[in-house]
């Protein structure tokens, strides 16, 4: 029903920027929030950012905030990360998702267990 698309990911040196992409095609894909996660080797799948169905809402996580920004073009069907100021540590595949519920809620999660669409992933490593 929906399918999810990441793009733009890469090798970047730290302190480097980088924006990936999250193309969504079948299901509507204006009515609902999106969130990206990331999940580094050997450790669990985190929450990085939300947006609203409208773009009027996003929250960022802590361990990226001021750094990492979240937006979309829902004439493009497209949700994007703009990435700045990064880390090695911010190494890790990149996932964008689509969050269950009422559509055009300004509801946001960071938990992704209430996600219901994924995409396959895009690898970001930084070098240090």
């Known amino acids: 029903q929906v399918q999810l698309v990441e793009s733009g990911g890469g090798l970047v040196q730290a302190g480097g920027s980088l924006t990936i992409s999250c193309a969504a095609s079948?299901?509507?894909?204006?009515?609902?929030?999106m969130g990206w996660f990331r999940q580094a080797p050997g450790k669990e799948r985190e929450f990085v950012a939300v947006?609203?169905?409208?773009?009027?809402?996003?929250y960022t996580a802590d361990s990226v905030k001021g750094r990492f920004s979240i937006s979309r073009d829902n004439a493009k069907n497209t949700v994007y990360l703009q990435m700045k100021s990064l880390k090695p540590e911010d190494t890790a595949v990149y996932y964008c998702?689509?969050?269950?519920?009422?559509?055009?809620?300004?509801?946001?999660?960071?938990?992704?267990?209430?996600?219901?669409?994924w995409g396959q992933g895009t690898q970001v490593t930084v070098s240090s």
């Open positions: 998702a689509l969050q269950r519920g009422l559509p055009f809620r300004d509801y946001v999660s960071a938990n992704l267990n209430e996600y219901g669409y």
């Open positions: 947006i609203n169905w409208s773009g009027g809402r996003t």
């Open positions: 079948g299901r509507t894909f204006i009515d609902s929030a």
